[in-house]
C-alpha cells in the first residue's frame, strides 16, 4: 500500500479512497455519476528539459515513499521510431514530474535512484521498450491493465477502470496526439500529468482485489515476465512488407515484388524523415501501383495516393523502385516461406482431422478453465501455445510432458498448474469403441 492519501471523490468519500473495495463495483449498478478530473491535485508541472532540472527531480523521487507511478507518451502514427517524448511520474512525498527527454542525454541517474522501487504502470508492454531506450528499467512493476485482466474486469483501459474503482473520468482525447510536437500545449500537459495521478490509488485497489481472488501470486508471474522482457530488443518479423494491408488482392509474384520494392523504398523515406510510413505513403497506394505497374511519371501520379504534393515530389524514387521490380530475374522474385509452427486454424480440418479435433477439445479445456477461474482464457494461456500443443502434442502425452512443453513456450508456472492436467487428458483422441 502507499502511504500518499489516495484522491478521494468529493460526492462518494466511502467508496473512493478509504480503502481497498472488498468486490469490483457494478458499473452497470447505476451508482453516481463519475466525476470528471480536469487538474491534478498539485497542479500541472512544467516537463523537466535540463540535467539541473533533472538531478533535482532525481532527488526528490528518491526521497519519496512508495509505488513510483509512470508512464509516456509517444507519436505512434506521426513518427518513424517509437521513442519516447514526454515521460511522467509520480510518487508519494515527491509530487508529479514531467520530464522531455528530447534535450536530456537518457534518464539513468533516474533509473539509479528508483531501482528498488515499484513501478506502477497501466498497459506496460507498450512502454517499456521506449523507456528502457533512455535507461530507464523496473525492478520490480505493477501492471494496472494486466491486474484488472487477471481480476476479471471487462473494461481495463485506464480510463474505465478510474471510473469503475474511483469514481472520476479522465478525458482521452489527447492519447493519439503527436507527442513530438514542441512545445507541447498545456492541455496535452494537463492530459499526461492526470494519466499518473490515481495509478496508485488503482494498484492498491486491484493488488487488494486479486488477494482477496487469491491471484497475487498469478499476477506477481506476469509481472516478472514484463520485468525480465524490459530491455528486450523487438522481435524483427521476416518480409515485413508482407504486412502491408491489402496485399491479399495482389496476385502473382511479379506483382508481389513491386509491393516488396514500394514498401522498402516507403521506408527508406520514412526513416530519414523520422516519419511514420503510413505518411509518406499509405498502404492503398502501395497496392494500387503494385497491381497497375505504372511506367511513367504521368500515369503513377494518377493512381489514388499518389497525387498529394508530398507524394508527387517523391514519384522519381517510387518510379525507380517500380523499374528495379521490374528488372528481376525470376529467380529473385519472392517466394512464399515456409511457416513455423501450425497453419491458420481455418485450414486445419483439410490437413489434419484428428489434429483439428484435437485443438477444438483443447479450446473447449481453456475456456472452461477461464471461466472457472473469471479471467480471459487468452490471459489464462496464449493461444498460439494451445495451437502448436494441438498441432504437434508431446510423444507421450502426460500432465507432465504437457507442462514442459507449454513451459517450453513460454508459459508461466500459475498457468501451467491450472490447465495441464485437463490439457493431457483432452488431447489423446476419446475411444472410438462401440
Request: net charge negative; glycine share 6%.
Amino acid at each position: 500500500m502507499t502511504d500518499e492519501a489516495p484522491l478521494r471523490r468529493r460526492d462518494s468519500p466511502d467508496t473512493a479512497g478509504d480503502g481497498p473495495h472488498a468486490v469490483p463495483p457494478d458499473p452497470n449498478s447505476g451508482g453516481p455519476e463519475a466525476i470528471p478530473l480536469t487538474a491534478p491535485r498539485d497542479g500541472t508541472p512544467r516537463p523537466v528539459e535540463t540535467a539541473a532540472e533533472l538531478a533535482e527531480v532525481v532527488s526528490r523521487m528518491a526521497a519519496g515513499t512508495g509505488p513510483v507511478a509512470v508512464d509516456a507518451e509517444r507519436a505512434s502514427g506521426y513518427r518513424y521510431t517509437q521513442r519516447a517524448y514526454l515521460v511522467q511520474l509520480r510518487r508519494a512525498g515527491a509530487g508529479t514530474t514531467l520530464i522531455d527527454p528530447l534535450p536530456l542525454d537518457d534518464l539513468r541517474t533516474l533509473d539509479a535512484a528508483l531501482a528498488d522501487t515499484e513501478w506502477v504502470l497501466h498497459a506496460a508492454s507498450q512502454d517499456l521498450p521506449c523507456l528502457a531506450e533512455l535507461g530507464f528499467r523496473p525492478r520490480r512493476l505493477f501492471d494496472t491493465e494486466l491486474a484488472a485482466r487477471l481480476a476479471g474486469f471487462e473494461r481495463v483501459g485506464l480510463a474505465a477502470l478510474t471510473e469503475q474503482l474511483l469514481g472520476y473520468s479522465l478525458e482521452k482525447h489527447h492519447s493519439a496526439a503527436d507527442w513530438s510536437t514542441r512545445p507541447l500545449p498545456d492541455s496535452w500537459l494537463t492530459y499526461a500529468a492526470l494519466d499518473v495521478e490515481l495509478l496508485t490509488d488503482l494498484r492498491d485497489l486491484l493488488a487488494a482485489e486479486l488477494d482477496r481472488q487469491g491471484k497475487t501470486a498469478w499476477a506477481a508471474e506476469e509481472f516478472a515476465a514484463l520485468v525480465a522482457s524490459a530491455d528486450r530488443p523487438p522481435r524483427v518479423r521476416p518480409d515485413p512488407w508482407r504486412r502491408t494491408s491489402g496485399i491479399h488482392r495482389v496476385r502473382g509474384a511479379r506483382a508481389q515484388s513491386r509491393v516488396r520494392a514500394l514498401w522498402y523504398a516507403r521506408d527508406g523515406v520514412a526513416a530519414r524523415r523520422d516519419s511514420a510510413p503510413g505518411r509518406v505513403l499509405p498502404d492503398s497506394a502501395i497496392v494500387a501501383a503494385a497491381e497497375a505497374d505504372p511506367k511513367d511519371e504521368r500515369t503513377l501520379l494518377g493512381i489514388a495516393g499518389f497525387g498529394g504534393r508530398s507524394v508527387r515530389r517523391l514519384a522519381r524514387i517510387w518510379l525507380d523502385a517500380l523499374d528495379q521490380a521490374r528488372a528481376l530475374p525470376d529467380d529473385a522474385l519472392p517466394v512464399n516461406q515456409p511457416v513455423e509452427g501450425p497453419p491458420p486454424p481455418h485450414r486445419w480440418a483439410e490437413r489434419d482431422p484428428i489434429a483439428a479435433a484435437r485443438l477444438a477439445r483443447c479450446r473447449q479445456v481453456v475456456v472452461g478453465t477461464a471461466e472457472q477461474h473469471n479471467l480471459p482464457p487468452e490471459n489464462l494461456i496464449s493461444p498460439d501455445f494451445i495451437r502448436r500443443l494441438a498441432w504437434s502434442p508431446p510423444d507421450e502425452v502426460s500432465p507432465q510432458t504437457v507442462g514442459d512443453t507449454l513451459r517450453g513456450f513460454g508459459a508461466r508456472n500459475w498457468q501451467i498448474g491450472l490447465i495441464a492436467d485437463q490439457l493431457a487428458e483432452a488431447l489423446p483422441a476419446p475411444d472410438s469403441t462401440v
